[in-house]
């Protein structure tokens, strides 16, 4: 599977931003998908996570309250909502998927990953 991230951009600290990953194959909905993010000089780091049959997610915990995970399996895309951004929170965002069938903040459980879009939020 291929994925697209999309909805980046600039916005100022408390904003909002949507971000989408678009899956390329029809059971996209067969799929974990999970968010990731790496900002200059650090580690990518996991951010939030969604079951394939919607049911289950989980969230790091400085995102929690602040960011939702949801999926249009009709739409194979993936969503993730931000509110209340910090500044803190800029980096590149990257959807990645895997097929294992459980939810999971570890990057080496998910086998496809997205080409990340740019997260920026100013003080």
């Known amino acids: 599977v291929q994925l697209q991230a999309s909805g980046g951009g600039l916005v100022q600290a408390g904003g909002s931003l949507r971000l989408s990953c678009l899956g390329s194959?029809?059971?996209?909905?067969?799929?974990?998908v999970g968010w990731f993010r790496q900002a200059p000089g650090k580690e990518r780091e996991f951010v939030a996570t969604?079951?394939?049959?919607?049911?289950?997610?989980y969230y790091t915990e400085s995102v929690k309250g602040r960011f939702t995970i949801s999926r249009d399996n009709a739409k194979n895309t993936v969503y993730l909502q931000m509110n209340s951004l910090k500044p803190e929170d800029t980096a590149v965002y990257y959807c990645?998927?895997?097929?294992?069938?459980?939810?999971?903040?570890?990057?080496?459980?998910?086998?496809?990953w997205g080409q990340g879009t740019q997260v920026t939020v100013s003080s």
């Open positions: 194959v029809r059971t996209f909905s067969r799929y974990v």
């Open positions: 990645a998927a895997s097929l294992d069938g459980s939810i999971t903040a570890a990057p080496g459980a998910y086998s496809y």
């Open positions: 969604i079951s394939w049959s919607i049911s289950g997610t």
